[in-house]
């Protein structure tokens, strides 16, 4: 599942990962609120989450998660670099942390690193 409340950044990460041939997005949220509700009803292996959004920010949003899902691993998105960030996010409960910066392989070897039961940052 991908999370942002840009159509375009949720469009290319959807593109990324649907280029490979054993990956697929099966949901797509503009903010925290629709993230959980999709939840409810879809079977997802990981989200992508920004760490900003309307509704329900991020971090709010990978409480909740870890409070229902505690297993789901959860990589949050953010324009933010700095490593304060990605410490809180981490401490949070994020299982990996992607700037937006990334490169699509990067992106590709994060998603995979964190679905094998890694943490990347």
């Known amino acids: 599942m991908v999370a942002d409340d840009y159509e375009i950044i949720r469009s290319c990460i959807r593109q990324i990962v649907t280029d490979e ?3 697929t997005v099966v949901g797509e949220a503009a903010n925290g609120r629709e993230v959980l509700d999709q939840l409810k009803q879809t079977e997802v292996d990981l989200v992508i989450l920004d760490f900003y959004m309307p509704v ?3 971090l709010s949003t990978l409480s ?3 409070k229902s899902y505690p297993t789901l691993p959860v990589i949050m998105l953010s324009a933010l670099s700095e ?3 990605k410490t809180k996010i981490l401490k ?3 299982s ?3 700037d937006k910066e990334t490169v699509p392989e990067d992106l590709v070897n ?3 690193k964190v679905l094998s039961g890694g943490i990347f940052v």
């Open 92 to 94: 949070a409960g994020a």
């Open 56 to 58: 329900l920010d991020g």
């Open 64 to 66: 909740e998660i870890r």
């Open 21 to 23: 041939q054993d990956m």
């Open 83 to 85: 490593e304060m960030y």
């Open 96 to 98: 990996g942390f992607i």
């Open 110 to 112: 994060e998603i995979r």
